[in-house]
Every structure is written in structure tokens, then in C-alpha cells.
């Protein structure tokens, strides 16, 4: 009889036991799912893995530069406008807390002619243009959890298309900073300041206006630079 109940009591702490193993088994497998565990999958943050893929619209503000215009003899500035934007940018985590990040964006706008102060100046329009931004970045996600900072550093293309006239790419650089606060378990939303230098150093465009062509060329100034806010919805898969 007392070997039966030690069997029995050794039988029962068995059963506990395998459920307690089991649980825990369970509860790690539900932790780990597709090479990462959950608590990190669910961070905003990037690890290696994590795809991140964000539509996005902002506002980007304009800059000129130093120029002058052959057909007319004018020499000034060349204003970008400011403008809407919107794109899409596609990352991939290649370490922990830093993505690979790939950015196609959108920009309509108009070039003016600028002469003068700001005050007694006069204002020439030069023409509508379609800006494109193909860049490719590094992101630094400075922590994790549900609200992530981070940096961000690029370079890449600038192609400014004329409607009238000529079009040219121009090499470009970035840096960025914003912030990422999740809204659902693999959504969120993405706050961005993101500034764009545009080399213009020996840039040269041509354009038709009111029957003559004109060409402008950049005279002095080596850089455009131009300034963009931005809102985006982030899905991590």
C-alpha cells in the first residue's frame, strides 16, 4: 500500500511536472516566431529580419540658388518651391536597432527667377517641374519598445524634370531624425524631419517660355538644399 501511494505521489509529480515543462515550452515557442523572439519582433525597433514599409506625405519646403539665364541676360537666383510630397520607403534590419532603408518620393513644384532684395525684388516664373528622390538610407533607432527615435543618413539621386524644358539628376545627401509610436501590434506612426542636399555645382537647364528658350546655369552657390515634414503609416512584417 505505501509503495502504491509513493507511486501515486510520484506519478502526480510527474503529470505536474510534464504540464509545468509543457507551459513553459508553450509559452517560449510563442515567444519565438520566424528566427526572432516576439518581445523584439513586436519593438518598433529594426533587428535582422524586420521589414519596415512606409508610405508617407509632407510638405517640402524650397531653397535657391545663384544663377544666370543666357536668353535674357538676367542673372539672380533660382528659387524651388515649396511644395507637396509623398513617396515610400522600404527597409530591412541588418542589425540590432539598424535598418537598411530604400526611398522613392514625389515632389510637384515650380522654379522661379529672383532678382533683387526680398522686399523690391521682382519674381519670374521659370517653369513647373516634377523632383524625384531615389535614395538609399542608414537608420539608427536610438531605442526600442513602442515609441523608437532614431537617425537616419542617405545618399542617392535628385531628378529635376522640366515640363518645358530640359531635365538632369543631381547627386544628393540626407539626414533625417523622427519618431516611431505604435498604434496597433505591427503598425505605426512615423514622424520625420528629413533635409536634402543637392549638388549643383555645373547644373545646366533649358526651357521654353512665352515662345524663347532660355537656359539657366548655376554661377556660384555649389548646393541646393531643401527641407521636408512628414507623416507616415509603418507596417513591420
Not at 31 to 38: D, H, L
Not at 114 to 135: C, E, I, K, M
Request: proline share 1%.
Amino acid at each position: 500500500m505505501k509503495q502504491r501511494g509513493l507511486m501515486k505521489q510520484i506519478g502526480s509529480g510527474g503529470l505536474i511536472a510534464l504540464l509545468a515543462l509543457t507551459g513553459w515550452t508553450g509559452s517560449v515557442c510563442a515567444q519565438y516566431r520566424g528566427g526572432r523572439y516576439a518581445q523584439s519582433a513586436y519593438s518598433l525597433a529594426y533587428e535582422p529580419g524586420v521589414i519596415q514599409i512606409t508610405p508617407f506625405g509632407g510638405f517640402l519646403i524650397g531653397d535657391q540658388y545663384d544663377a544666370e539665364i543666357g536668353g535674357s541676360n538676367w542673372s539672380g537666383e533660382v528659387e524651388q518651391d515649396d511644395s507637396a510630397i509623398w513617396g515610400i520607403r522600404i527597409g530591412f534590419g541588418v542589425a540590432r536597432q539598424v535598418g537598411i532603408e530604400f526611398q522613392v518620393s514625389h515632389a510637384s513644384t515650380t522654379f522661379y527667377g529672383v532678382t533683387g532684395d526680398d522686399w523690391f525684388g521682382s519674381r519670374s516664373d521659370l517653369g513647373d517641374a516634377d523632383v524625384y528622390h531615389v535614395l538609399g538610407n542608414v537608420n539608427f533607432d536610438l531605442a526600442s519598445g513602442s515609441i523608437v527615435p532614431y537617425l537616419a543618413l542617405g545618399l542617392g539621386t535628385t531628378v529635376y524634370d522640366l515640363e518645358s524644358g530640359h531635365s538632369d539628376s543631381e547627386f544628393t545627401g540626407t539626414l533625417a531624425g523622427g519618431l516611431k509610436a505604435r498604434i496597433a501590434s505591427n503598425i505605426a506612426l512615423r514622424f520625420e524631419i528629413r533635409g536634402y542636399v543637392t549638388q549643383v555645382e555645373d547644373s545646366e537647364y533649358s526651357y521654353y517660355w512665352d515662345g524663347y528658350y532660355y537656359e539657366w546655369e548655376n554661377t556660384s552657390d555649389d548646393y541646393l538644399t531643401t527641407i521636408e515634414t512628414s507623416l507616415g503609416l509603418s507596417f513591420i512584417l
